[in-house]
T-cell receptor, first 117, second 113 residues
Framework: AQKITQTQPGMFVQEKEAVTLDCTYDTSDPSYGLFWYKQPSSGEMIFLIYQGSYDQQNATEGRYSLNFQKARKSANLVISASQLGDSAMYFCAMGRYNAGNNRKLIWGLGTSLAVNP | DVKVTQSSRYLVKRTGEKVFLECVQDMDHENMFWYRQDPGLGLRLIYFSYDVKMKEKGDIPEGYSVSREKKERFSLILESASTNQTSMYLC????????????FGNGTRLTVT
């Protein structure tokens, strides 16, 4: 069965430090994509970063990078130089290439990140 | 930038009322989705649509219906609202090509009293 697990319900980090948010996934499909989204207290879900299962390099987008370890089935989000505005819920999600494209993503339950000044 | 607009940010309805949640996207996306989000349960897919007049049930379709008469608009309908439908509702859209990120609206926080 397809599954996303985020084991950290809540995390704290000092401003300007780096933080890693964990995500492990379970799939038997060879082709899939992994997403990270941020949800501030305002409620909007914001797409952060994407990693395809066949991508050779880890994805990076500004201060966000994805530590993709395919053999371990993990796709951890690394936020460098944390800012107060990074305080939010973070969700990991997986989509399959052969399931009507991205029609049905599998979602984790999220990690609440608090950045302390 | 893709814009997904949900008609209401907050909504309060009474039990038994028929409720319409509207969502409009401006990027000609084929796919549109309705999720509900509850604490501890994450995002759960209610319905999605991959084309005009086409729809598929998600994980929790009971008590809901949808309508997609035009490509840019996807409506979620609660035929007879109940208190257990009090939740945050999120609309999203995406193109049909490849595995693409979903673009979300700001959400509608619905309270049924």
């Amino acid at each position: 069965a397809q599954k996303i697990t985020q084991t950290q319900p809540g995390m704290f980090v000092q401003e300007k430090e780096a933080v890693t948010l964990d995500c492990t996934y379970d799939t038997s499909d060879p082709s899939y994509g992994l997403f990270w989204y941020k949800q501030p207290s305002s409620g909007e879900m914001i797409f952060l970063i994407y990693q395809g299962s066949y991508d050779q390099q880890n994805a990076t987008e500004g201060r966000y990078s994805l530590n993709f370890q395919k053999a371990r089935k993990s796709a951890n989000l690394v936020i460098s130089a944390s800012q107060l505005g990074d305080s939010a819920m973070y969700f990991c999600a997986m989509g399959r290439y052969n399931a009507g494209n991205n029609r049905k993503l599998i979602w984790g339950l999220g990690t609440s990140l608090a950045v302390n000044p | 930038d893709v814009k997904v607009t949900q008609s209401s940010r907050y909504l309060v309805k009474r039990t038994g009322e028929k409720v319409f949640l509207e969502c409009v996207q401006d990027m000609d996306h084929e796919n549109m989705f309705w999720y509900r989000q509850d604490p501890g349960l994450g995002l759960r897919l209610i319905y999605f649509s991959y084309d005009v007049k086409m729809k598929e049930k998600g994980d929790i379709p009971e008590g809901y219906s949808v309508s997609r008469e035009k490509k840019e608009r996807f409506s979620l309908i609660l035929e007879s609202a109940s208190t257990n439908q009090t939740s945050m509702y999120l609309c999203a859209s995406s193109p049909e090509t490849g595995v693409s990120p979903l673009h979300f609206g700001n959400g509608t926080r619905l309270t049924v009293t």
